[in-house]
């Protein structure tokens, strides 16, 4: 029985050792299987290209556990987006995607196919499966669910979140000492998160979770006020730009500095009107995705801000790749473990799906039906947890 890979997406810390995992799982199966992974996710899957996982990696799974990244490498394809596949080289003119992909797997022998990414990889995994059984072969897909958004319905939490909230408050960590480099000044931490601002909440509480275990010297002016946050901004949570500016005028006075966490997806509307009205290109992915490396939200509010609060600097920092491409942690790491167990025991009964923490389950491990997958959940800012936290910091 042939069993395949595939990781797609963008990366989070929960890619290599989910993989690790799984080879792990069905190395110890009595039935001999053969591995592969498709490289590049759907773009390998199209083009053909492949690694076999040797013995080699077999003997030494568990040492994927310990990276993040993905070593079977990543890509953003969808496989219903026919213009872009041809634009890119994937397939030639006149080819379908879903019938390219379909075939390579039947050529493969594939009988198991794991599919590691957000909402839009398990989404393209269930028209995957349509297709096949529309044309008569059976394959058993089971999806593991990675986004450090965590924006996925209807699943509880999703692999990598976690350890990427804990690394974006170690990136900050470093990034706040920046405010002894000048007088007054603004610093703004844009973190991952287009229509969800969970990661934004999770590492802001995370950030002053670890804050509160530091040790401070006031008369040296190492103060826990000036390394604290002024301000958390997310896209569930419509921003008062005017009445903002005031508030932190006057905690600039109070304490010379100003420090931001921003959701990239917070305001992008704002964003995108004054785009539209200086006739500016709005660029898109091959999912629709308005492209916000392109906007770059943080320095728009930087610029909106700035003067108005009187900052003598302006600091601008993303921890995107940083907190993406951590190896997991040992919370994360629990789940992933878990999950990809539960996706091998599905798929040796033939169970297709994605293997998550179901919310109409009691928040229990589940394999959830591909149709049921979707993605733009949005964070619930009334979380009693996010709400202390904004009084703490007086929003």
Same mark, same amino acid.
């Given at each position: 029985m042939n069993v395949a890979f595939l990781t797609a997406g963008g990366i989070a810390p929960c890619l290599s050792s989910s993989i690790g995992r799984l080879i792990r799982? @069905?190395?110890?199966?009595d039935t001999s299987f053969t591995m592969l992974g498709y490289l590049n996710g759907y773009k390998g899957l199209l083009t053909g290209e492949s690694l076999s996982i040797g013995e080699d990696v077999i003997k030494n799974a568990e040492i994927l556990y310990? @990276?993040?990244?993905?070593?079977i490498g990543n890509s953003r394809v969808k496989l219903t987006n026919i213009d872009d596949c041809i634009k890119n080289g994937y397939i030639r003119k006149g080819e379908?995607? !879903?019938?390219?992909?379909?075939?390579?797997?039947?050529g493969d022998n594939v009988s198991i196919l794991h599919t590691i990414g957000g909402d839009d990889t398990n989404i393209s995994a269930g028209d995957l499966i349509n297709y096949l059984k529309n044309n008569n072969y059976e394959l058993t897909v089971v999806g593991l669910p990675k986004t450090i958004d965590n924006d996925i319905f209807p699943i509880q939490q999703t692999l990598g979140a976690w350890t990427a909230a804990e690394q974006g408050a170690i990136f900050f960590e470093n990034v706040s000492n920046e405010n002894t480099t000048s007088s007054r000044q603004l610093i703004i931490h844009e973190i991952m998160g287009r229509n969800c601002g969970w990661l934004t909440a999770a590492t802001? !509480?995370? $950030?002053?979770n670890r804050l509160s275990n530091r040790n401070f010297l006031p008369s040296m002016l190492l103060t826990k006020e000036?390394?604290? !946050?002024?301000?958390?901004? *997310?896209?569930? *949570?419509? *921003?008062? *730009?005017?009445?903002?500016?005031?508030? !932190?005028?006057?905690?600039m006075d109070e304490k010379d500095s100003v420090n931001i966490f921003l959701s990239e997806g917070a305001g992008i509307e704002s964003i995108m009107h004054e785009m539209d009205e200086k006739n500016e290109e709005i660029k898109r992915d091959a999912f629709g995705h308005v492209r916000l490396d392109k906007i770059n939200p943080g320095n728009w509010f930087a610029r909106q801000f700035a003067k108005k609060i009187d900052a003598d600097?302006?600091?601008v920092q993303k921890?995107? $790749?940083?907190?993406?491409s951590a190896k997991p942690n040992e919370k994360d790491l629990s789940l992933i473990l878990d999950t990809a167990d539960m996706a091998v025991e599905c798929a040796m009964k033939g169970e297709s799906g994605v293997i998550g923490l179901d919310e109409e389950s009691d928040n229990k491990l589940a394999c959830i039906d591909f149709e049921r997958i979707?993605?733009?959940k949005p964070f619930n800012p009334n979380e009693e947890w996010f709400q202390s936290l904004l009084k703490e910091i007086e929003i």
């Open positions: 799982n @069905y190395s110890k199966q310990e @990276y993040g990244g993905s070593p379908d995607p !879903l019938k390219v992909a379909a075939d390579q797997l039947v802001a !509480l995370e $950030y002053r000036r390394w604290d !946050l002024d301000a958390v901004y *997310i896209p569930e *949570i419509e *921003i008062d *730009i005017e009445n903002e500016m005031v508030r !932190l005028k006057q905690r600097k302006v600091l921890s995107g $790749y940083f907190a993406r979707k993605g733009g």
